[in-house]
């Protein structure tokens, strides 16, 4: 915060960064869930918190489970922190770009920039807090004031595929009968058991009603066309990661020869890496993660470049309560692409399954499920300063990990 200093007549006062607080939470889930590339037991999160010596506290969430969360508050505390103490944390993009640089020489994506992240959204959130705005007025405003929703479920399971694909009908139908606007199911068993589990998804469906695949970067190229056109057949809506991140190659091929929608992003960090992917004509639906790329300052800077190339922006959400908050401003302050009286519509990523992180952490819950509900599947804005949310720190204490 920039004031004038109490001691000094004529001079400047700014606000500094006292402390930076990574919290790894983690509890035991209900169900052994998967997705193509492995199983897991435990749900996780990352929150940071940024402290000032004003007592302005900002919040922010960094991308990445179980281990790989305990890596990245590492990042936070014992790399990032000495790097930016005592810095004002309005000068957010000074600081995203002090932390970039010297970081880049160990790394211009993954989990540095996933750390990166968390911080720099905590430093937006201060922002807000001290303006009194919420955060996609800080951005620019709200083209929407509410979103639509998709349910995303259909994890995998260790069971014989007819038995995953009765389970995997019913639950489309309940996803469906929830409220939601569309949903979205894991892949991972291969080509053929796959396009079984995407028939069962149809089937809960029915006829009309938007389904999409996502398959975690599990097929080979030819694999992947195996899959998609049958998706085709199907008319699922978008074939997410269908490749490796890498295989920009791939990637081309696909799009250029399925009608399915091609959509990709997730595991691409910062907006280098993101022009490559773009002037490669890679994705027809472009889903940057804002807890992964670079947080809010990075993920601006994609949203542009994405837009650029005219290809329009469904954001990756996975996570707390505190990422789905941070997505849902970004969401509203998303420009419509290319426009027009009935415009394409950005929709929020809703996990369906068991979160405790995302349901219980704030003092006052967003409710995502009862808004679908209520709302015909669309989800309203917050409106509090800076993300309009504030986590319950006894819930923290409670489930969080050492290490």
């Known amino acids: 915060m920039l004031t004038a200093s109490p001691n000094v007549p004529g001079t400047l006062h700014f606000m500094k960064i006292t402390k930076i607080t990574s919290h ?35 919040w922010g969430e960094c991308f990445g489970p179980g281990n790989v969360a305990r890596a990245n508050k590492s990042i936070v505390e014992q790399v990032i922190q000495p790097m930016v103490q005592g810095l004002d944390p309005l000068d957010k993009d000074v600081i995203w770009h002090k932390v970039y640089n ?45 979103v639509p929703c998709y349910g995303y479920g259909m994890m995998l399971r260790d069971e014989p595929i007819a038995d995953l694909s009765a389970r995997f009908e019913d639950e489309a139908a309940t996803i469906k009968d929830m409220g939601f606007v569309a949903t979205k199911m894991k892949t991972g068993f291969g080509p053929k058991p796959d396009v079984q589990l995407c028939e069962a998804v149809r089937r809960g469906v029915g006829e009309d009603f938007p389904f999409m695949v996502d398959a975690n970067h599990a097929y080979t190229t030819s694999e992947a066309f195996y899959v998609g056109r049958a998706l085709e057949e199907l008319g699922a809506y978008w074939f997410e990661e269908p490749v490796a991140p890498e295989d920009l190659d791939g990637y081309r091929e696909l799009r250029a020869g399925l009608k399915i929608n091609i959509s990709g992003g997730e595991a691409v960090f910062n ?32 949203l542009a470049l994405c837009h650029t190339h005219f290809t329009p922006v469904v954001n990756h959400v996975w996570g707390s ?10 969401l509203a302050a998303m420009p419509a692409m290319p426009g ?13 399954t068991d979160n405790k992180f995302r349901d219980d952490l704030l003092t006052v819950p967003l409710e995502i499920q009862k808004q679908v509900k209520a709302n015909n599947g669309r989800v309203t804005i917050p409106t509090g300063p800076g993300l309009g949310v504030e986590p319950d720190l006894e819930f923290i204490d409670h489930h969080r990990i050492d290490g």
């Open 24 to 58: 790894v939470l983690q509890y035991e889930m209900p169900e052994v869930l998967g997705y193509s590339q492995q199983y897991y037991d435990k749900r996780t999160t990352h929150l940071v918190e940024v402290q000032t010596d004003e007592g302005v506290t900002g």
């Open 102 to 146: 010297l970081l880049r020489d160990h790394g211009q994506g993954g989990m540095p920039i996933q750390a990166l992240s968390g911080v720099d959204i905590a430093l937006w959130d201060i922002v807000g807090k001290v303006a009194g705005l919420p955060l996609h007025k800080l951005i620019g405003g709200a083209h929407r004031t509410s």
């Open 271 to 302: 907006r280098w890496a993101w022009r490559a992917l773009l002037e490669n004509r890679s994705v027809d639906i472009a889903q940057p993660e804002v807890c992964a790329l670079g947080g809010i300052s990075e993920y601006l800077r994609v």
């Open 321 to 330: 309560a505190v990422a789905v908050a941070t997505n849902l401003h970004l």
């Open 340 to 352: 027009g009286l009935h415009p394409w519509e950005p929709m929020l990523e809703f996990d369906t």
